[in-house]
């Protein structure tokens, strides 16, 4: 089976920007999270999408948003980008009696 | 949801068994212990995962006492390629979300010639 993949892989933008970021599930997972990873906050969980309702949701400003399509592909939109925004992103999927599997990730540098 | 605590690194040598141990006191009867590893720029990549006693793959094995309170992962004869942090998480996984999972700070483990 193909694993996650994340798209793009790396991205530059400003301030004030807004940005998407797509992942692809691997085959059968209805379930897929959405991370950012910083060096001083490390990995936190942004979100969880199953079924295309969202069934969690981390700590994070409203700037903050994704969705999940009905093939279970989903994407995530950060809006009025700041610098503190730039981070690694990362999508995980997962079906009901596996854990999460995480893809490549997404670098965000915002300028 | 259980907290769970490493130490934040570890050095050894190639060849080397290395042994991490992982605290998680309040961990819940439905949760399991899931071993992480990740490269720098990369996403974490699934070592192991295991609810009681020992589990072994090809990789690492898992050990977790009767009490659940602690778990350790064990890698055999590490390599310089084994240099990476590793995440331990306690979580209801087979329950089906992720939105528990909480990532610690993890493990940096050097490995050196």
């Known amino acids: 089976k193909a694993g996650v993949t994340q798209t793009p892989r790396y991205l530059i933008k400003t301030r004030g920007q807004q940005v998407t970021l797509s992942c692809s599930p691997i085959s059968g997972h209805r379930s897929v999270s959405w991370y950012q990873q910083t060096p001083g906050q490390g990995l936190q969980f942004l979100f969880e999408?199953?079924?295309?309702?969202?069934?969690n949701k981390g700590n994070f400003p409203g700037r903050f948003s994704g969705r999940q399509f009905s093939n279970s592909r989903s994407e995530m939109n950060v809006s009025t980008l700041e610098l503190g925004d730039s981070a690694l992103y990362l999508c995980a999927s997962s079906s009901s009696g596996t854990p999460p599997y995480f893809g490549p990730g997404t670098r965000l540098l915002v300028l | 949801l259980a907290k769970t605590t490493q130490p934040i690194s570890m050095d050894s040598y190639e060849g080397q068994e290395v042994n991490i141990t992982c605290s998680h006191n309040?961990?819940?009867?439905?949760?399991?212990i899931t071993w992480y590893q990740q490269f720098p720029s990369q996403g974490p990549r699934f070592i192991i995962q295991?609810?009681?006693t020992k589990v072994t793959n090809e990789v690492a094995s898992l050990f977790i006492p009767a009490d659940r309170k602690s778990s350790t992962l064990s890698l055999p004869r590490v390599s310089l390629s084994d240099t990476a942090v590793y995440y331990c998480?306690?979580?209801?996984?087979?329950?089906?979300?992720?939105?528990?999972?909480?990532f610690g700070k993890g493990t940096k483990l050097s490995v050196k010639p």
């Open positions: 309040n961990i819940a009867t439905n949760d399991y």
């Open positions: 999408y199953f079924s295309e309702t969202q069934r």
């Open positions: 295991g609810y009681k």
């Open positions: 998480l306690v979580g209801d996984i087979h329950g089906g979300s992720q939105g528990n999972l909480i």
